[in-house]
């Protein structure tokens, strides 16, 4: 793998999981709790989105095949939902 395909593939992960802006949220609902039990959370968020990620990696195809569903469609679907926020965004100005 070359430096462009990483590049490619972890900005839009970097930008979609946003952790500069959900590590104050985490921060702040775990205050009150030990570290250790923030360990343990952490622990577990990390192995469910871990075995969410797997399943989609192997089972994701198979699913989307079954379904009928294409790349075109998620690039439609994408296009109404920026549509719909930026009216939404127009509106609420």
Not at 3 to 11: M, P, Q, Y
């Amino acid at each position: 793998m070359n430096l462009e395909t990483f590049l490619l593939s972890f900005i839009p992960l970097f930008v979609a999981i946003d952790i500069i802006g959900t590590a104050p949220i985490f921060l702040g609902y775990t205050h009150s709790i030990s570290d250790t039990a923030k360990k343990k959370l952490v622990l577990e968020a990390v192995l469910a989105a871990f075995a969410v990620a797997m399943f989609f990696l192997f089972g994701g195809k198979l699913i989307l095949n079954f379904l009928g569903i294409t790349i075109d469609d998620f690039r439609i679907a994408g296009g109404i939902i920026l549509l719909i926020l930026s009216i939404n965004d127009i509106i609420a100005s």
